[in-house]
């Protein structure tokens, strides 16, 4: 019995230290397994953190995507999220667009946002609204000078704030001041715009994205000598003085997901029954409430802003309205909108006119990709349609020109196979130098022949002095008249709608090659058929302030639209002119105008056009004109060059000397272009990723693209470090495992000693 107790006695204080030691091996051998997989977590973090981003990024369908990531003292910080959704209202004549900007910022700093984006040439931007959380700050129009002072204010002092600027009459900013650290803003804003109708055909334009605008080298410098007498001056010498601020950063699409996804929702209300409805550019579901009545929106979902949106409709019957009259009553004024549709001269009483027909094509380098596929075809087509009693000429330019024959040749077979071979080896290249292409096409040579001269420009009217452009037609028209056809999927709008107006002539859209023959038809329907001219317009009892002052000639297809502003809505409105060499006349009872809807802000913009058209033709003096047009903005609250509207939140959110950075948000390249003719070549040594801006500073044959103020990064690349960081992690386990066998056999071999 003693013996047993004493072997008992012995082995268990042994049998529990082997216990206590082998536990205390094990939790160091776990410790240390523990600290190796959380070093093996930390080097997954980064690639793991980039999937997850990119997946964000690339949903088509979140309105918050296609963020990018800025460099930042050497790390990276994601930029503003932007998001768009437009609704558009369209009621009989006009529409009502409402857009809205959402700002998110996901970085942990206070940012200050600016935005470059088109609307409509002809719409009146009226409506600002920023919605911070719950509140809602309804902007005010001030003059522009002191809508900026109040903005940059609101800045300085931490408040959230939101100003609307026109830069061009189709291209705007919006600046948003302190958006707070994971803070989403709401810019919302609201514009008036006319119905556009040709022939039998209804249509709206939404422009989504601004394309990069070429901006030439000075040629002649302008002297601005001091006030003080002192005989010291200084000279002036950039023709597109702004041009930073129509040049926003552009992505290249080739190292960058698109951003800036957009949904769009259009309530069509015709006032008439409705056939066909088509979108030419974008998939579109449409529902059908009643005959005259669409609900049109994207088939799948948002879409990158990089083209323009088109949506046209046509009425049920086999002819549109001819004639419609439309009125609203705002403060003590009737607002009259009239729509007359000229019947058409019969092709057997016209004996056509021979004419003298002068082509334009641009080849620079933003007609590359599709473009200049679309500008080729055009001009080939209309090479095909000449009469033989016509004479041309075929002008091609870049930043260089030539012209095909030295002067206009008859429209035989072997001039137009020759200009056939001449367009068709073509290619996009270099600058857009518009201004001497237009100078050498205005150029009359061969007088006055009793040749009706025309000029078909082809181009995207991608450029920034467009100014200089004006002056030129207005300068050298003669008897010339300009049909602008706009190429692509973003043309610069306000450019062809102004230079044919100031040309007398029309404007023509073609955003892809199957539109080519339908559109180009029309434009020949135009080219080949009498205006109707010597247009005027009278009120029998109401006095009227009618735009345009001077009615322009009106083409085949093409109705009059007249708007004015009345005393009183009474008597009729008569309008006169010549359908090719035949009188014509129609009067308008306005008892039957129906009731509109922003009337009132269509004729003031129209005004507005009619101001900067005379100041452009030197009619109105500079300061005549601006102050007329500042009258018009402040009386009928509308952005123009000279007013901008403000929205101020009067709480600060910003602390007192807390930093504020400031995103210039990029762009989409328009669908179809090519980013190396536009902004050179791509460096072949790998780099960074960075946004892109239009250089306006250097010759064209050296553009290349610069970077924006603050590296673009579309994603950090994190596939090597990862891969090495995953293999040390598994070095530490293994290192670990070995670590714990070894200590756990010292003490059996020391026992075992």
Excluded: C
């Excluded at 019947?343 to 082509?359: D, Y």
Aim: net charge neutral.
């Amino acid at each position: 019995m003693n013996t047993y107790d004493t072997a008992d006695n012995d082995e268990h204080p042994l049998l529990k230290g082997l216990i206590k030691l082998g536990l205390f091996l094990l939790a160091q051998g776990i410790a240390v397994m523990l600290m190796a997989f959380v070093a093996l977590l930390v080097s997954f973090g980064t690639s793991w953190s980039a999937t997850t981003e990119q997946a964000s990024l690339l949903q088509p369908g979140d309105a918050r995507s296609g963020s990018l990531l800025l460099k930042d003292d050497g790390g990276t910080t994601e930029a503003i999220r932007l998001g768009i959704d437009v609704d558009i209202t369209v009621s009989g004549p006009t529409l009502r667009a409402r857009v809205t900007q959402v700002f998110r910022n996901p970085s942990k700093d206070w940012v200050e946002a600016t935005y470059v984006y088109p609307l409509a040439t002809g719409g009146a931007v009226d409506t600002l609204k920023m919605v911070v959380g719950d509140r809602i700050i309804v902007g005010d129009i001030k003059e522009r000078r002191q809508a900026r002072l109040i903005y940059e204010e609101a800045r300085r002092a931490g408040q959230r704030a939101a100003l609307t600027e026109q830069e061009r009459p189709n291209i705007f900013t919006n600046s948003v001041a302190n958006i707070g650290p994971g803070e989403t803003v709401l810019v919302q804003i609201e514009y008036q715009e006319p119905v556009h109708q040709s022939g039998n055909e209804y249509s709206l334009r939404l422009p989504l994205v601004v394309g990069p605008r070429y901006n030439p080298a000075p040629i002649v410098q302008s002297v601005d000598f001091r006030k003080d007498g002192s005989g010291w001056g200084a000279t002036t010498s950039d023709p597109v003085a702004d041009h930073d601020r129509i040049s926003p950063p552009v992505l290249d699409p080739a190292k960058n997901a698109p951003v800036n996804p957009t949904s769009i929702t259009v309530r069509l209300k015709a006032g008439f029954a409705l056939g066909e409805v088509k979108s030419h550019h974008h998939k579109v579901k449409i529902e059908s409430p009643d005959s005259a009545t669409r609900l049109v929106t994207l088939a799948d979902g948002a879409v990158p802003a990089d083209r323009d949106f088109e949506l046209t409709w046509k009425p049920a019957a086999e002819k549109a309205p001819s004639v419609g009259l439309f009125r609203e009553h705002v403060g003590d004024a009737d607002y009259l909108l009239a729509f007359v549709t000229p019947p058409s001269a019969e092709q057997a009483t016209q004996k056509p006119l021979p004419r003298e027909v002068v082509f334009v094509i641009d080849n620079s380098g933003s007609m590359g990709g599709t473009s200049i596929v679309q500008a080729k075809a055009s001009l080939t087509y209309a090479l095909s349609r000449l009469q033989p009693t016509d004479r041309f000429n075929v002008i091609r330019f870049d930043d260089t020109m030539d012209v095909l024959f030295p002067a206009s040749v008859p429209a035989d077979a072997a001039h137009v196979g020759e200009a056939t071979s001449f367009v068709s080896a073509l290619q996009a290249r270099g600058g857009t130098e518009m201004v001497p292409a237009m100078r050498a096409a205005l150029a009359d040579k061969l007088g006055d022949t009793g040749m009706v001269r025309q000029v078909v420009f082809l181009t995207d009217g991608a450029i920034g002095n467009e100014q200089q452009l004006f002056e030129t037609i207005t300068a050298m028209r003669g008897r010339s008249r300009v049909f602008m056809v706009g190429i692509g999927s973003a043309p610069n709008t306000y450019l062809m709608t102004r230079a044919a107006e100031l040309g007398r002539g029309a404007f023509t859209h073609i955003g892809s090659v199957e539109q080519v023959e339908e559109r180009m038809r029309g434009l020949f329907a135009k080219l080949e058929n009498p205006a109707v001219t010597g247009l005027t317009a009278k009120f029998s009892e109401a006095s009227a302030d009618v735009t345009p002052a001077i009615i322009p000639d009106v083409y085949r297809d093409e109705p009059l639209v007249l708007a004015a502003k009345l005393d009183k809505l009474a008597g009729s409105l008569e309008i006169k002119g010549r359908v090719g060499d035949r009188p014509w006349s129609v009067t308008l009872p306005l008892q039957h105008a129906a009731e509109g809807k922003g009337l009132s802000k269509l004729w003031a913009r129209r005004k507005i056009g009619d101001a900067e058209v005379a100041r452009a033709m030197r009619e109105l003096a500079p300061g005549e004109a601006d102050k007329a047009i500042l009258a018009l903005a402040l009386d009928h609250q509308i952005v123009t060059r000279l007013t901008s509207l403000v929205a101020v939140d009067k709480t600060p959110s910003r602390s007192e000397g807390a930093p504020l950075k400031l995103s210039e948000l990029p762009i989409n390249l328009p669908a179809g272009w090519d980013f190396e003719k536009v902004f050179g070549e791509r460096p072949h040594i790998p780099a960074q990723l960075r946004e892109r801006h239009a250089d306006a500073g250097t010759s064209p044959a050296a553009r290349r693209p610069t970077p924006a103020a603050q590296d673009a990064i579309r994603l950090p690349k994190t596939a090597t470090s990862a891969e090495l960081k995953m293999i040390a992690g598994l070095i530490l386990i293994v290192l670990a495992l070995f670590l714990f066998a070894f200590n756990r056999r010292r003490p059996l071999l020391t026992d075992a000693a």
